[in-house]
């Protein structure tokens, strides 16, 4: 998963993220908003960096775990044809 993907998968579920670079400071990547506040930020050293997509989609997972489960269940539903 690269950190577009999991960008866009929290952009589908209405959920606040971002990521800000440094140059040789790695990356910060948050989920929340300047209006409402971050709920969770952590910071990423250049040679992790590519952890920060799948850090990203658990914490959502974490902090929103109704909404990953009612849209899971509603996956389920659209896929199994049956309500």
């Known amino acids: ?12 579920r209405e959920i606040n993220c971002g990521c800000e670079t440094f140059w040789d400071g790695g990356i910060r990547i948050w989920i929340g908003d300047r209006v409402n506040g971050h709920k969770v930020e952590t910071i990423f050293s ?5 952890e920060a997509p799948q850090w990203l989609i658990d914490e959502a997972a974490r902090l929103y775990s109704s909404l990953w489960q ?12 049956s309500p």
């Open 1 to 12: 998963m690269t950190l577009d993907d999991a960008i866009a998968t929290l952009y589908v």
């Open 70 to 81: 009612r849209l899971f269940a509603l996956c389920v539903i659209a896929f199994s044809g």
């Open 46 to 50: 250049r040679h992790r960096m590519g």
